[in-house]
């Protein structure tokens, strides 16, 4: 008798938990760009599936159109997107025009805590107004732009005596910027083994982002800095101080003297491409692809090294990487925090590592073996230690474009000098500024 | 009664609805037809014209919603119009304009003449020349692209096989000077084909005996080309030049596949530029302010197109 009242509440309970399971199981829809970590996190997910019986769908976005698609979502309040990995800038509007859900009451309730990530990644991928205790993400994929070359063509004793012939130093992975033009200018439409190669793969692209990510990986290492005083808005002598103009005519010096020809509207893929066809000895790009790069049967494996964005007067990486956000406009925030909750795990951030993902946790980056993990997860920890990122203010998009524009007209088009660029930038962002109301 | 399609409709409407109706004068039964399109041509057309000119005159931001909106009077066209990157917008799209219509307008009416003589293989010629229209501009911008690629790009050794030049000493997208008129040769490949169609229907049109009549007045080729062929196609060509222009004054796609508007600003049409404005920096109301600047300039270019179109049909 007592053996079958047993087995009847027991039974009632798995009834009533597989019921309450069905009355929640949610299919949650996850946006992010399309690229190698998002199929990473695909398979990463399906260890959520299992636990939690919520379904996972994905809607990966091509780079190029990813801002323009996913702004577009949460401007018009769309509720294809339960979680959305956005990018850093996109913090500040997501915060202020309630795109995204404010996370504090929900770390606070399960235990997390931002101490547990990268004090760069939690400020830049999570933190609005910038620094403060206000939290509408969680780290997601750590990021930073760094650089990758033919260990193969480096190694060769031909290429080392006509480089130390040339320059007098011994070829190497360079440690300023100005080694790096250097290096590539060497490289410059040389003959190896038959084919003309050329210098570096650089970012020049002009619609999205792609020149703007590129020459800040320049502005940065020469002391580039967008305000005087950090929240003032006081930009005249900061955005065009001597330094900015330097490093603003280095790359365009770089680019006229070190990239392939046709290199004029370049970005992520087409680094890629140059790199992978054997075109350029070295290429500028996101840690995000370097596992990929790695494991490419042509160019990776032996044939290839990376290193971080070089400094000059100070180190410096341009920041890439998001943080992921539950969406304010989304009808299955639980499940949506659920899988939040289930990400902050530091076993999950690990297995997000070793498929190819850039934990941003602690646990996963202090571990001792973490350095020697890939060979590339040193610069990866040395890049996020000096990384920054432009403007994150909701009219992050104005000011951007504004930018491309200034320096593709610069760099790529000729037109006028790297002080009449940086100049007219800041007229620029004057205006969005005053029309923003912060000026 | 006779057995007419009016008369059977007629036996047909049941006697309910027929007494509603028998009420209405005819021109209550034309407004209840018409309404329908009225009110979609008011709902679709009219009011966003409206409402596009009301925020024109705001700091509208279609992505702040939750910002207060404030009546800026004049102030969104006053940045346009003293915006000198606007300017060169407004000239990249002129230069745009004007170079493809013309060259359009030569080949496709040299093409078109070539067409209209009876030879072998006509009809296959003209299948051939057409096929570039029938394409998605996606698929031409980047596949020209491919063609103007320094290194491996098929235009740059045809360019480089008669001038002798190094291929890729040169850069068809890449360069201020070249890229504007790279975007023309595109254009002018792609739509060509249209304004040969619509010069061959007009070139058809054209009655043997009016050529019969002036071979007997021994008239020469060249006369009869200038006083009879070029007179009649007139029109025919006019229409094109109206439908090229129309459609070049608001080209994106195309050339936001081969150069996103640059070098630097370079081939940033308006087009392009207005549509940063407003659904990428989402300056709505100066967007609305700088779409109505353009409207009034089509429309107003246009209205004066059309008008001497008609007297040239008249005449």
Known sequence: ????????????????????????????????????????????????????????????????????????????????????????????????????????????????????????????????????????????????????????????????????????????????????????????????????????????????????????????????????????????????????????????????????PGYTNSYMGESLDAFKSGQVAMAMNWFAFFPGLYADPNTGGEKIDFFVNPPQNQAGSTLGGQGISVVAYSEKQDAALEYIKWFANPEVQQKWWDLGGYSAHKAVLEDPGFVDSAPFAGDFLEAMGAVQDFWQEPAYAELLLAMQKRIHDYVVADQGTAQEALDKLIEDWTETFEDEGKL | MSDTPITRAAEATPPVMARKIKGLSDRAIAWIFVAPTIFLLLAINIFPLIWTINLSFTNFRANRLNRDVEYVGLRNYERILNDTDIWLNMQATAHFLFWTIFFQVLIGF???????????????????????????????????????????????????????????????LGSVDLAPWSIVIVDTWMWTPFVMLICLAGLRSIPDYIYEAAEIDRASKLRQFFTITVPMVLPFLMLAVLFRGIENFKMFDLVVQLTGGGPGSTTELTSINLKREAFEKWRTGYASAYAIILFVTVFGLASIYVKALNKVKER
């Open chain 1, 1 to 260: 008798m007592k053996f079958s009242k047993l087995t009847t509440v027991s039974a009632l309970s798995l009834a009533a938990a597989g019921m309450s399971s069905a009355a929640q199981a949610e299919e949650l829809t996850l946006c992010w760009a399309a690229w190698d970590p998002a199929n990473a996190l695909v398979e990463l997910s399906k260890e959520f599936e299992e636990q939690s019986g919520h379904t996972m769908s994905f809607e990966f976005i091509p780079w190029p159109n990813f801002a323009d698609r996913m702004l577009n979502e949460l401007n018009s309040g769309g509720k294809l997107c339960d979680l959305l990995i956005g990018d850093s800038q996109w913090i500040g509007g997501g915060a202020e025009n309630g795109h995204y859900v404010k996370l504090n009451d929900f770390f606070d309730a399960e235990g997390i805590s931002m101490g547990d990530f990268a004090d760069a990644t939690v400020y830049a991928y999570s933190t609005w107004p910038k620094g403060t205790p206000n939290y509408y993400a969680l780290p997601a994929m750590g990021d930073a732009n760094g650089w990758f070359y033919r260990k193969d063509w480096f190694a060769r004793d031909d290429i080392k005596a006509a480089f130390k012939e040339a320059t007098g130093r011994d070829l190497a992975e360079p440690t300023t910027q100005k080694e790096l033009l250097e290096t590539a200018q060497f490289f410059q439409g040389r003959e190896i083994d038959g084919q003309t190669v050329y210098g570096a793969a650089i970012f020049t692209e002009r619609g999205s982002e792609g020149i703007t990510m590129g020459v800040t990986s320049a502005l940065y290492p020469w002391g580039f800095k967008y305000e005087n005083e950090p929240g003032s808005y006081d930009m005249e002598g900061a955005v065009n101080s001597p330094e900015a103009v330097e490093a603003l005519e280095f790359y365009k010096e770089f680019y006229k003297t070190a990239t392939p």
């Open chain 2, 110 to 172: 040299t093409l078109a003449w070539l067409i209209n003589r009876k030879f072998k293989g006509n009809d296959l010629w003209t299948t051939i020349i057409v096929l570039p229209m029938m394409l998605s501009p996606a698929v031409v911008g980047n596949f020209w692209k491919f063609l103007y690629q320094p290194q491996i790009g098929l235009f740059n050794y045809i360019v480089a096989f008669f001038t002798g030049k190094d291929p890729s000493s040169f850069e068809m």
